[in-house]
């Protein structure tokens, strides 16, 4: 059996995407608020870490930047896996603003993340989330403890119904 402890990133400074209107992939670039540093630092100082031995980290800028608190603190190797990224707000690639992509997250919850019958949606399906996810994780599962740093909706593809606020550790095990 693997335990993989599912860390949400830090909290992103939304305001600098807004500021600067990030559309699009440019929003993943986003970087931790100085609370969100604080939560990462809080998270590699969770016992249950001490264990691990290897962070795998989604390519997004605020789970790198927590991957990147966490390695330092538990002196650990860092994997990035592109597929630990979170759902995709649009599977067509179109660019969205930072308020379109923000309706569209509110339209994946208001439809739990499944396509309502006969109206596909913009967004990624729950279900395609954790099929992508659990080939990054059957990858690792020669590891005993390993640490995932990724995104709320990849955790709640996972543990359905488990709340994941900003730099929470959850464990799951394979």
Request: aromatic letters at 10%; hydrophobic letters at 35%; charged letters at 30%.
């Amino acid at each position: 059996m693997s335990r993989f402890y599912l860390i949400r990133h830090g909290e992103p400074d939304w305001e600098l995407a807004r500021a600067r209107d990030l559309a699009g992939p440019l929003s993943d670039f986003v970087p931790l608020t100085d609370a969100g540093v604080e939560q990462s630092m809080a998270a590699a100082r969770d016992p249950r870490l001490a264990e691990v031995e290897l962070v795998l980290s989604s390519p997004y800028a605020r789970a790198l930047q927590t991957a990147a608190i966490l390695c330092r603190e538990l002196r650990k190797p860092l994997q990035v896996e592109y597929d630990l990224r979170e759902r995709e707000p649009s599977t067509q690639r179109v660019f969205y603003s930072v308020e379109q992509t923000r309706e569209l997250c509110l339209d994946y919850d208001r439809f739990d993340g499944t396509y309502p019958a006969g109206q596909p949606k913009p967004w990624e399906e729950r279900d395609s989330v954790r099929r992508r996810v659990m080939a990054v994780l059957d990858r690792y599962r020669s590891n005993r403890f390993v640490a995932v740093v990724c995104h709320e909706k990849v955790i709640e593809g996972l543990l359905p119904g488990v709340q994941a606020p900003y730099g929470s550790v959850r464990p799951f095990d394979l």
